[in-house]
């Protein structure tokens, strides 16, 4: 149940990634377009948690477990990875390229998601670092690998930008850990949300402002609304993750999700394709054995957990 619905969120993903790399190029600022996705889901949350009194007593717990000390500062600063995560990706990307950011970003997820549940940081509690997890981590990274591997023709490698965009995924996972851990406090992922997107806004603001003041510049801004509709699919992908965090952990979240971002790609490509280019077998194989990679590790961790039970 909550690995079909964190696919289903993770093929959103993807589609949020095309409609954001379009917005981006049609400003002309990376910075810029990522700033106004994330206004945008922002400008959504407002009217949904400030519109349902649910939410608006959400936001009361959490102001009240603040001031009673219950929740801790850090646990508000999800917000600045997805800031994080949308700064690198403006910035890297043209320097490695699409493939490369992929790889090193996953590869930061996979392996900091091992630690992060590990430690215990997630509300779904501690995890042993187990083969079958390890096994399962490793294969998603190669799948993966082979996924992109047209894209990586002609790319840079450039170790700064690589280092950065693996600390980029280190911080994703730790994201996700402690948006679950808000998400008890709040109760609604709405309102989880509605903190994750202020704090992004503020990250991001701050980025374009540094960004316009080293020379950067925005164009004109699109008429074409759907352009402006990445931030809302990318409130879907928060409140979801907020909430099942909690039941899966974020190693196997991060791995149903990745898997999703590449059935997205597929059908993207398949249905709406970005170029004339056909369907990359690579990407079909590297979807495949990310959907086999996932079944056999899930398989032998329940009978690891079941032995040990």
Known sequence: MYGLVTIIVGALVAVQSRINGQLATTVHNGIAGALLSNLAGWVFLWALVFGLRAERLALKKVISAWKNKKIKWWEFTGGLGGGFFLSMQSINVPQIGVAIFTIATIGGQTVTSLIVDKIGISPSGKKHITIPRVVGAVTTL??????????????????????????????????????????????????????NFSIGSMVLTTALVINLLNGGHISKLPSNPWLYLGGPLGLFYIAISAYVVKHMGVLNFILFSVTGQLIGALLLDWLVPATKNPVSGYLIFGTLMTLASIAASQLFENKVTNRQR
């Open 142 to 195: 190669v799948a993966v690998t082979i996924a992109v591997k047209p894209e990586l023709t002609g790319t840079t490698f450039k170790l700064v930008p690589i280092v950065l965009t693996v600390l980029v995924g280190a911080v994703v996972a730790f994201q996700q850990a402690i948006n679950g851990r808000l998400n008890v406090v709040t109760g609604r992922p709405l309102a989880t949300s509605w903190i």
